[in-house]
DNA sequence: GCTCAATGAATGAACGTTCATTCTATAAAT
DNA sequence: ATTTATAGAATGAACGTTCATTCATTGAGC
């Protein structure tokens, strides 16, 4: 595969992206992704197997991105408190420079139209991010619940401050940003 | 409009709930919603202009029952601090009844399809409930952050917990919840 | 007999997908 | 160096299906 190639399958996953975390699933054609991206129809059928393999595909790609950059940064010889708070501005900070990729996870995260596979997927780009809850959990930082329940709290909360900073009446500085990371912290901790 | 035809309208509303919350708004045809709803498809018609209006209506439907149980055993006269942790719980409690009422919040709390006017509506159902947040900021309970970013922050974690009971691995029992919305109050309390 | 709620077949627009064809780039032959 | 052959990437018109909406018809209540 050239690298022209591999430019008009990253169009397409772009143009998908874009239209459906506006439109939706069953509201964007693959007429009106084709256009976007500046290709012919018949040419996403080149690279995925139809509209429902193209979801599949960009959901790992938005996922995997979005693991990486959350551990922007990170030190494993900081204190885990610091490295807690890094991590969710870190997530914070991507969803505030990749909006559509936030509109288009919260949308289909739970979504029938995502495979069991393709969700297990995503999980394990996750693996090294729920490591530093458990170095955290370890470490007697946190309170006595289920990881599981302390970490969906805080990414909760977490995509919640995103969405007040970008369709509240004003968005948020970065200063009032880590005054509601420090208030999550506040929920989760010991 | 005789009760009959209530009935009609109202069995056109939940089926449009049910099906919209699993396959979504373009996912669901008018077709499937009459035969949900045992009416025909052109009775649809008579009591909303178009599919469009239908989740809109539904919006206000779904919200305003939600605004309601939200305030269920709430009593003016208890402590602030209980009267957020009931409120919190109440709608932990009401979601985890209503999964379809959740899953429809949830994707079209900022769809394009529910105008603004639609929107508007609905948070004016939500004033008693702010009224309660106000209450307890003027008792200086709460952290110095804005109020709009406090409630955001408890409501978006709340949700998640429900996430988590409904669509997590074992479902959590009565003090466990109890755990989270307290873990949910140390986040925004002073 | 009149009114109006209720119906679902009919309609035309829009959809996902296919595939015969064109285009492009590299290889082979001279 | 030039021509020819081959492979496969790219295309969009065409197909069959599905959709939201309409409306002529039916039937219940008065």
């Not at 999980?123 to 006595?144: G, M, S």
């Amino acid at each position: 595969m050239t690298e022209i190639t591999q430019s008009k399958k990253a169009a397409a996953l772009q143009a998908t992206l874009e239209l459906i975390s506006e439109q939706g699933f069953h509201g964007t054609p693959m007429s009106q992704i084709a256009q976007r991206a500046n290709i012919g129809v018949g040419t996403i059928y080149r690279y995925f197997s139809g509209k429902e393999d193209l979801i599949n595909a960009l959901y790992i790609d938005v996922k995997s991105r979005l693991a990486q950059y959350t551990l922007h940064n990170y030190l494993e010889t900081r204190p885990v408190r610091e490295s807690c708070m890094l991590l969710l501005r870190n997530i914070v900070d991507y969803f505030l420079e990749h909006p559509a990729e936030l509109m288009f996870i919260e949308q289909y995260a739970n979504s029938p139209l995502i495979t069991a596979a393709t969700r297990e997927e995503g999980i394990r780009t996750f693996e090294p991010v729920n490591n530093l809850f458990k170095h955290a959990r370890e470490a007697n930082l946190l309170k006595d619940l289920p990881l599981e329940m302390l970490s969906t709290l805080a990414y909760g909360a977490t995509i919640s401050l995103v969405k007040l900073s970008l369709f509240g009446h004003n968005k948020l500085d970065s200063h009032m940003l880590d005054g509601g990371i420090s208030a999550i912290w506040d929920a989760i901790k010991r």
